[in-house]
């Protein structure tokens, strides 16, 4: 089997805690080099991970010609011009959820991609787990019947503090950072992006921490989402609402490696309550992406399904009014 060899640009944290150990955990991936601003900074992160190079720049590590594919988990902002550097170089790229933080830069790297033939893919781990594919299964095999509602919410404190996502030149605020999920499965569940989008927010310094959105799709599906800084997190539901059956999962978009809970009501039957196992979602996304790489076949998710994201996201943007928030 050719060995995928990865390289990762920055030392952030989602890559050091979590797909980066899942790079290394898979057949067939090499994690061959790691990049930050700061010199020192890569050469501890490689020395922590065992990765075998290190570079102090992350466009040194763009011209390193053995590198296959490289990961992006860079601030939000960030994302579209190091992805296009990228994918010019032939490389192909994951890059770190939201792929950009709007349909601008979102067509900007998906043209790249297509110029250069290299595979371009959002690291919406969510959507690999086995809950979600489960739902995807009820909306594909009629379960559940036509999709009328689509509901989603995701809430964590954030306090304040150095943080990349309370920095609005970076990318930051709660609907990058978090809706940008329910978003996400609301464009998938509905197989496009919507049409019309109302919302509501509050502010915190020069970034949204709360926002709520009613969004519109074609055929009359609705959707609807919330997403905030300020609250616990307890749950994160996702609730499908069709004309015959209702499914929800409690957990829906970062449920950590344990099982599953979830709830399957149709008319006529008994409700079902079910668990799917828990599992390394980051393992299953960096499989996917590896095989299309090293096969040439086509990914799990299209880049066309994170257009109509990054689309939903900016009709959300231009809808909130953003008041100052509560504290
Ligand atoms: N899928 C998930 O489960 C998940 C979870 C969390 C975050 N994310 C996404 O992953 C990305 C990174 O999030 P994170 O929380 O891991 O970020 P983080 O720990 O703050 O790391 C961001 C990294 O970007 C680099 N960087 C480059 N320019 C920067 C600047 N001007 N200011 C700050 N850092 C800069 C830094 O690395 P160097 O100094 O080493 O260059 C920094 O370590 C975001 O897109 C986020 O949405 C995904």
């Known amino acids: 089997m050719k060995v995928v060899k ?100 979102a067509r900007r790297m998906a043209e790249a991609a297509g110029r250069s033939g290299a595979l371009l893919a959002e690291a919406f781990m969510y959507r690999y787990h086995e ?69 509501t927010g509050t502010r915190r310094g020069d970034v949204d921490d709360m926002c709520a959105g009613l969004l519109e799709f074609e055929g009359g599906g609705i959707g609807l989402v919330d997403c905030n800084f300020e609250l616990p997190w307890l749950q994160a539901p996702l609730e499908v609402v069709g004309e015959h059956g209702t499914v929800r999962l409690e957990n829906a978009y970062n449920p950590g490696a344990g099982d599953c809970r979830g709830t399957l009501l149709v008319e006529g039957r008994e409700p079902e309550s079910f668990v799917v196992p828990g599992m390394n979602m980051y393992g299953a996304l960096v499989s996917s992406f590896a095989d299309s790489v090293r096969t040439g076949s086509r990914p799990e998710y299209s880049v066309e399904a994170s257009l109509a994201t990054a689309h939903a996201i900016d009709l959300m943007r231009g809808a909130l009014p953003l008041t100052a928030g509560a504290s």
């Open 6 to 105: 990865w390289g990762v640009l920055s030392t952030a944290r989602i890559g050091v805690e979590h797909v980066i150990p899942a790079i290394r955990a898979i057949p067939g991936c090499e994690v061959s080099a790691i990049a930050s601003r700061d010199g020192r900074r890569a050469e501890q992160a490689a020395a922590d991970l065992a990765i075998p190079r290190a570079f102090g720049s992350y466009e040194e590590l763009l011209d390193d010609d053995t590198i296959d594919c490289v990961y992006i988990p860079l601030p939000n902002a960030l994302h579209a011009d190091w992805a296009v550097r990228a994918l010019e170089r032939g490389r192909a790229v994951l890059v770190e959820k939201p792929l950009a933080c709007g349909g601008d830069d």
């Open 131 to 199: 809950q979600f594919k489960r739902v995807l299964r009820y909306v594909e095999d009629g379960t559940l019947g036509r999709v009328r509602v689509v509901r989603g919410a995701i809430n964590f404190r954030l306090d304040d503090g150095p943080d990349i996502r309370l920095r609005g030149e970076l990318g930051g605020g709660a609907l990058l950072d978090v809706g940008c999920y329910p978003l996400d499965a609301m464009c998938l569940l509905f197989g496009s992006a919507p049409t019309r989008v109302q919302a």
